[in-house]
């Protein structure tokens, strides 16, 4: 099969010219001086460009058609399937219409950022709509079977259509929205006063940060922390895995949820299968079961209270005399109080998924044309009231508030929420296997949750698709039911709610 | 001009990929985790193979080839010169050589490590002797008028030849050696009792190093400070600059002269025409120019009494209670001691020279094929005695100390001291221009010295060749006068001792 052997080496070159740009993109976001940022556009157009034109190959597309009909096993049919969208994906855009659309995307950063600094949706509107236009002549080009939405989140999530979101989200919807109202009626907010109104510096912090992420299994001979004003996790490959997150001197949860959320995501990349390595079949499985590796980390893991059992002296150890009080449940209620908001990077892991659901039928309706550009804003509050019980007081606060749409991004958000269902499922059937996991996690033994993700998912790279790779994982398809009952059962812990 | 505009654009990609080849090795030196290295080696062999595969395309030569009878102005000819000269270079060497010499040198880098790791010349003996071979070989390959070591010289400093570099060392040997001899049979030794004994923190250091290298005038906004086990000096561009220097708490002199050093090679890097952004005109003009901006700073000025003066202060401030005693004079002598030693990177500025010159001798024999491999290391001890007085204990002090050989770099070496010869002279025509040099530097105005460095050495980049260069700045061809009486000078003052 010489013709594989060659298509390896053509994907080969486009993986290592990929890792480059990662590596670039990294050092913008956390070391570069600021006056390298023109240049450093020039770097990342360059390597674009060079990726765009080796995918394009015309030898590539005649390499994958010969490769079809031969006897492939599971990896190489991976390779094949994975380069073949790859492939086509790459040329099925005209090129005058993914310079157009690169340049208005550019643009329309700006009039989003302007109209959000000066809470203005009328700067941005017309980019806004230029954009849906656009994206649904993407959706056009790439093709789809029912809905065009359908073509875009397939871009994140391999497979991902309406078809399979929509009762996802219904029953998020029917279950989720009812608990935060009877939260709120309760009337109960749990006390957190020992965060407030003092210090947090950041070098213990840091050393939070540090320890948790080296107990949860993060190898630092094959990765490293930095800060960075957006948490990432990026870097070249799975020998070098690089994630960030930020310190905030006046509260100390945001960098240690941000570092266990990215070390989710660190552990996914150094577990990436090595015998793989520059190919397709060996990447992470696309964006919803990255974000269950980081989900499950921050949420399932880090804000349950076996694991804030294990923390509390580490805490008490890292800023001293800051937490006699506090005992483990304390902890646990401070890092888990649910209440609507309006921002979704800020919410917890009950209305997160609600803040998700309102962008997703947006967005079904923006892309379907169910809606025009000019409803949205009303549309976005009136969801707000409905399914959280807020509204908005301006566009910052609504509308505007996410980067994603004037990135062309559209597709993107459902993929946050799968993340939270997949982690919630995969974390059940681990606990089927893993012998008394609650305990291990009160010890801080995480080596056995890391090893069956390292199995189960890990090593798996992206030869299944991942609705099938969570199946696989847990005998199951993917299903919003775990990820329900884990909250109904928390929040009945938490505020002695049933729903 | 419709060629010109073409070969610029080919000459952009090119550098676009040594750019970020510049920032893959920086951040292989110095925040890279441990495990990265393999897949780094990829990456840079990646960025090699695309920028040497793009240099020997056919267009290029043709589009050179149809400009050189054009009608030009400096900086279009420049382009074209030195653009010819890197195609035709790539274009000449057999890819089966090329491939025959990496691996070679992968090789003998392991080899050369392990034989002065373990003090034994034998087992990198047949390494060297086929590096002198293949060595050997690409002299042929480039062509030559007089000496093949001429074609070696060439590569690092475009115009450099035996011809030229025989007197300035004669020079160098006849007037340095004499004044060594002379300081060594006076006894006197300076005192520096004050260093000794005592902790120098790294972040004291540390924060003297940046105070210097700011006052200098280097711009952190387009560049950053870091540390690494090697110092040195690299990034993409002058928008992004990045030196490093090392810390070693034993000894406060090495990380601020290592700083300076390296802030020098930085302004330059810094002062680049940005009009000839990814333009091999607008690049520096060889190692020779841009030694003289790193020994400048680090030597003429940074070991100058009028810089002890103004500086002293600043070590008060960071070291607090240790220069109690400390004046500016006593601090000037402390920084330049004069001994002769066996290790070049530790060695003062009048020896340093010496040093080079040895290996210049050597390897013009070795490459003009008048001496065989074996009588090398005997070779070198002899001459350590010979223009030093001292004969090296052992090979690991003696001809093993340095990495360039097993790189295949041979024609490097006399660049060093070029840099020097070139500072001195250069620091002598700006004080012609500059009224009260001395007396700026004593009030730390360095400004007018970095503007006239800029005005007639940065700004001009590659146009001229590098001893053009110099003439124009200086009125004068190279010479090794200016630094012979500089030399001279400060002995005298330093040691009382007229050569």
């Not at 390896?8 to 940022?37: C, F, H, T, Y």
């Not at 910052?396 to 993340?419: E, R």
């Not at 199995?455 to 609705?467: N, T």
């Amino acid at each position: 099969m010489q013709n594989y052997i060659d298509l390896l080496e053509e994907l080969r070159e486009i993986d290592l010219a990929n890792q480059i740009g990662s590596l670039l993109g990294w050092d913008q976001e956390v070391i570069m001086p600021k006056n390298g940022a023109s240049s450093r556009a020039e770097h990342l157009a360059w390597i674009s460009k060079t990726v765009h034109e080796k995918i394009c190959n015309p030898r590539i597309g005649e390499l994958i058609t010969s490769l079809e009909n031969e006897d492939l096993d599971e990896i190489q049919s991976a390779n094949v399937r994975i380069s073949k969208r790859m492939h086509e994906r790459a040329t099925c855009l005209p090129t005058e219409f993914v310079e157009e659309f690169a340049r208005l995307r550019s643009k329309a950063h700006h009039t989003w950022a302007e109209a959000r600094e000066k809470d203005d949706i009328s700067i941005f509107r017309d980019d806004l709509a230029k954009i849906l236009d656009m994206t649904r002549r993407k959706a056009e080009y790439f093709g789809y079977t029912d809905s065009p939405y359908d073509a875009l989140l397939d871009q994140y999530e391999t497979g991902l259509t309406v078809t399979r979101l929509d009762p996802l989200f219904q029953g998020l919807r029917n279950s989720v929205s009812p608990l935060v109202r009877l939260i709120l009626e309760s009337g109960i907010t749990p006390s957190d006063d020992w965060v407030d109104g003092v210090d947090w510096p950041k070098e213990s912090q840091e050393m939070l940060s540090q320890k948790v992420s080296e107990a949860i299994g993060f190898d630092f001979n094959s990765g490293r922390r930095d800060s960075s004003i957006h948490p990432f996790c990026g870097g070249p490959n799975p020998q070098d895995v690089r994630w960030t997150t930020r310190y905030d001197e006046s509260e100390p949860f945001g960098s240690l949820f941000g570092s266990m959320h990215e070390t989710g995501h660190g552990t996914y990349e150094q577990g990436r299968p090595k015998t793989l390595a520059y190919q397709p079949a060996g990447k992470a499985c696309g964006l919803g079961v990255h974000e269950s590796q980081s989900r499950l980390w921050e949420n399932q893991i880090g804000r349950s209270l076996p694991f804030c059992e294990w923390v509390l002296p580490l805490w008490k150890d890292y800023f001293p005399g800051r937490l006699e009080d506090v005992t483990p449940e304390v902890l646990w209620r401070s890092v888990n109080k649910i209440q609507p908001s309006y921002i979704r990077t800020e919410s917890d892991e009950a209305t997160y998924n609600i803040h998700i659901m309102i962008r997703y039928e947006l967005e079904k309706m923006m892309i379907e044309g169910d809606v025009e550009v000019d409803e949205i804003p009303d549309m976005w509050d009136d969801y707000y009231q409905r399914y959280l019980g807020i509204t908005p007081p301006n566009r910052k606060l609504g509308v505007l508030q996410d980067i994603h749409w004037c990135m062309g991004a559209i597709g993107y958000f459902p993929t946050y929420t799968l993340g939270n269902l997949y982690a919630a499922q995969l974390l059940d059937s681990a606990k089927e296997d893993i012998a008394d996991h609650d305990e291990k996690i009160r010890s801080g033994n995480f080596a056995p949750l890391l090893a069956w993700m390292r199995g189960k998912i890990h090593d798996r790279g992206s030869i299944l698709e991942p609705a099938d790779l969570i199946e696989e994982a847990t005998g199951r398809p993917p299903s919003p039911e775990p990820f329900v009952s884990y909250l109904s059962s928390k929040i009945s812990r938490l505020y002695g709610i049933k729903s």
